[in-house]
């Protein structure tokens, strides 16, 4: 009962965060931080889900800080949306990887895993609201997780992609134009 009123829950807030950004009433706050602490925090919140399912998690992070001027929260969200999916499609035994790298001035967040990857056909289509993969079957999702991404990246200026991983499997790439000089 607590795993289903969390999923509603979650699927409520999604609902009404796409609603307010659709009426333009979706505020961004946005703050200087280095990048790479988010995306650590990310991987290490995620490191138990990607044990129970036999997942190898890494990240890879330059040394130098990633300076930015985001939305922590919405980066933190991106983030969330982006590796979940990874790990929800990414078959036992299989890995996932945060990828984050400074860009001409922008912030480069690359989620890569090697499982079934998306189709190129279907790439146009994700990060629509309700929209899912053909490949998704019975795994749990509304569909919105991907569409939130993309809004969140769209208030930064930026942009959500898909790609084919190298080797196999599926690169999902938010691109926000947030870097600050150091």
């Known amino acids: ?64 800080p990633l300076n930015v001027e985001a939305d922590s929260r919405a980066l933190r969200r991106m983030l969330i949306n982006t590796l ?38 279907e790439r146009e289509r994700l990060g629509q609201a309700f929209e899912r993969g053909s490949g998704v079957g019975r795994i749990e999702g509304a569909g919105l997780g991907l569409s939130l991404v ?3 990246a769209a208030l930064h200026g930026g942009t959500l992609s898909f790609h084919d991983a190298p080797g196999g499997g599926a690169l999902v790439r938010v691109r926000l134009p947030v870097l600050i000089s150091a």
Do not use: C, Q, W
Request: proline share 4%; charged share 30%; net charge negative.
């Open 1 to 64: 009962i607590r795993k289903s009123g969390g999923h509603l829950l979650g699927l409520v807030n999604d609902l009404l965060d796409l609603s307010k950004m659709e009426a333009g009433r979706y505020e961004i706050e946005r703050e200087r931080f280095d990048a790479r602490a988010i995306v650590e925090e990310i991987v290490r919140l995620s490191a138990d889900a990607a044990e129970k399912k036999g997942i190898a998690l890494g990240m890879t992070t330059p040394d130098a």
């Open 84 to 121: 979940g999916n990874a790990l929800k499609f990414t078959p036992e035994g299989g890995r996932v990887i945060i990828a984050a790298s400074a860009e001409t001035g922008a912030l480069v967040l690359d989620t890569i895993d090697n499982g079934p990857g998306i189709p190129e056909a």
């Open 150 to 152: 993309r809004a969140l």
